[in-house]
């Protein structure tokens, strides 16, 4: 069966730390994986993108990285905030063509604690 | 980018009844799209609306359940109807934007059955 996993369980680290969150994916073949940001009583929050064949994607103090052969995404967060503290999720795009279809997965929630 | 509002932000309805969820986006949009999250849970994308065309419904999901309209490029609704306890949930509404595969989200509408 098709899945996305990502850790359900709350990720706690102290500021300044790295805190690194995986998306795992099977029998799915993603064109592109995206990973957004949400916040309680939000909508979620676009971050990053990063295509099949890019191995790393960064943007300030985030890093992807996509790895096909293992169907896996981290997603990291350097010298992390307070303000940083929120649930990430890991979507899929799927198909060729922008149809726009996005799979989630149940996303992880991060504290980073001062 | 695209600023999305959505009313009403919360509702509390009874079983049986139907609750209509309208979605306002700031720029002309083709492609908008609604989706379910369920209390811990994933979103789930219910369907896809694009202008001037029937909208195209995720498996799982029905139109006589969840009728959509896309009347122009700025607005679309949902209505859940026949309401029961299963579908308290948040329903969020997105459109995609001219940057390839990145999308934006409504606030989302707590929908509460009892």
């Known amino acids: 069966s098709q899945k996305i996993e990502q850790n359900s369980e709350a990720l706690n680290i102290q500021e300044g730390k790295t805190a690194t969150l995986t998306c795992n994916y099977t029998n799915y073949s993603p064109a592109y994986l995206q990973w957004y940001r949400q916040d309680p009583g939000r909508g979620p929050v676009f971050l990053l993108l990063i295509r099949e064949n890019e191995k790393e994607k960064r943007k300030e103090r985030l890093k992807v990285t996509f790895d096909t052969t293992l169907k896996q995404s981290l997603f990291h967060i350097t010298a992390s905030q307070p303000a940083d503290s929120a649930t990430y999720l890991c979507?899929?795009?799927?198909?060729?063509?922008?149809?726009?279809?996005?799979?989630f997965g149940q996303g992880t929630t991060l504290q980073v604690k001062p | 980018s695209a600023v999305i509002s959505q009313k009403p932000s919360r509702d509390i309805c009874q079983r049986g009844t139907s609750l209509t969820i309208q979605c306002q986006v700031d720029s002309q949009v083709t492609m908008m799209f609604w989706y379910r999250q369920q209390p811990g849970q994933s979103l789930t994308l219910i369907a896809t609306?694009?202008?001037?065309?029937?909208?195209?419904?995720e498996s799982g999901f029905v139109i006589d359940k969840f009728p959509i309209s896309r009347p122009n490029l700025t607005f679309s609704t949902l209505t859940v109807s026949n309401l029961s306890p299963e579908d308290s949930s948040i329903y969020l509404c997105?459109?995609?934007?001219?940057?390839?595969?990145?999308?934006?989200f409504g606030p989302g509408t707590r929908l509460t059955v009892t």
């Open positions: 979507a899929l795009v799927l198909g060729s063509g922008n149809t726009g279809k996005l799979i």
């Open positions: 997105s459109v995609l934007s001219g940057r390839i595969y990145e999308q934006y």
């Open positions: 609306a694009n202008q001037g065309s029937e909208a195209t419904y």
